[in-house]
């Protein structure tokens, strides 16, 4: 029980953050809610319960944030930004309910996947009606540019993720090639998200670019957090999770530690992680050679650059409520515990 009050008045600290953050388009968001549910509605009973409990587990909500804030910081909030929160909405679901299947989880955010609830097959074919909602929502409203910008971004996605396939047959990965992974992998949706959130507003392509590219770092930054959430002590036990290392991926403290450690003990480390069923005790020594190498405050220090490179481009574009909001939000997300 000791433990459980430090970790609730944290946990509502952070919630207090997200809600400052989430201010200046907190009565967007709150329409948003019913808006995406609206977008969601099938003709049949049993898609609908699928639906609804996929709303009922919903998490923060970071993207659509991104979207009305980017809009905001260009201009005003308009239909055309609900048409696109709730199409990156939309293919961001069916790219997870996919993930699940793909990767045989039977568990996100805690709770039982589709995959888990309904096998694979329903799994896929809602992630599918997912997919085509989203898509005849962009054709509904006109929505073309919109429509591009996103589904670039789901084949950047597609590409990130056989890439990470290809490369992980091989005895690791190099920083460069990590990198260009979750650019694609991660990074490309949350750019599509500030891309889309200013075009809605009316902002110019030059500007669009811009902010895509402001996208493209703060997803960094959130992958890399997530990398090191996987090393970091976190949850009720204060143990790491260690997930990625026991599937044998090779994130960025790993990828940099190797880098700093001895061929020897670098060979040692590359040997343990092509087992297939790594023990507890294992995965506390990779964790352990990863900080004593430097991999652990070296990732840390390049995801601070990126910060700081994301709010130079911030910089130039108008002092409103909105541009301190995703100032607000860089940091909410390089702070997270989860």
Not at 128 to 154: F, M, N, Q, T
Not at 288 to 314: D, H, P, V
Request: one cysteine or more.
């Amino acid at each position: 029980m000791i433990q459980i009050i430090p970790i609730f008045v944290a946990i509502t600290k952070r919630m207090g953050e997200l809600e400052k953050i989430r201010k200046p388009v907190k009565q967007e968001l709150t329409e948003f809610e019913k808006v995406f549910r609206e977008a969601l509605k099938g003709s049949i009973p049993f898609l609908d319960f699928i639906t609804n409990f996929i709303l009922r587990r919903k998490g923060k909500q970071i993207r659509p944030l991104f979207v009305f804030l980017s809009a905001r910081l260009h201009g005003q909030v308009n239909n055309s930004t609900f048409v696109a929160a709730s199409l990156i909405e939309l293919l961001h679901t069916a790219t997870l309910v996919h993930d699940d299947v793909v990767d045989e989880s039977y568990e996100r955010r805690g709770f039982f996947s589709l995959n888990a609830l309904w096998k694979s097959k329903v799994a896929v074919l809602v992630g599918d009606y997912l997919l085509a909602k989203g898509l005849l929502l962009a054709v509904k409203h006109k929505e073309y540019r919109l429509l591009e910008i996103v589904s670039d971004a789901v084949r950047e996605m597609s590409e990130g993720e056989l890439l990470q396939i290809q490369k992980s047959r091989r005895n690791g990965i190099t920083a460069e090639e990590y990198f260009e992974i979750i650019r694609k992998k991660t990074a490309a949706l949350i750019s599509s998200c500030t891309a889309c959130g200013a075009y809605s507003a009316g902002a110019s392509e030059e500007i669009v670019e811009r902010m895509k590219q402001f996208g493209e770092y703060a997803g960094i930054v959130f992958q890399i957090k997530d990398d090191l959430l996987d090393y970091q002590k976190t949850g009720l036990t204060g143990k790491p999770t260690g997930n990625d290392i026991r599937e044998g991926k090779y994130t960025l403290p790993l990828i940099l530690a190797l880098q700093n450690s001895s061929s020897g003990e670098a060979r040692e480390i590359r040997k343990m992680m092509r087992r297939k069923d790594l023990k507890g005790k294992d995965v506390y020594t990779v964790i352990e050679f990863a900080e004593r190498n430097g991999g652990i405050s070296q990732a840390t220090e390049k995801m601070n650059e990126y910060i700081q490179t994301a709010l130079t481009l911030l910089q130039d574009f108008p002092d409103n409520d909105a541009r301190n909001a995703l100032s607000e939000l860089l940091y909410f997300i390089a702070s997270r515990e989860n």
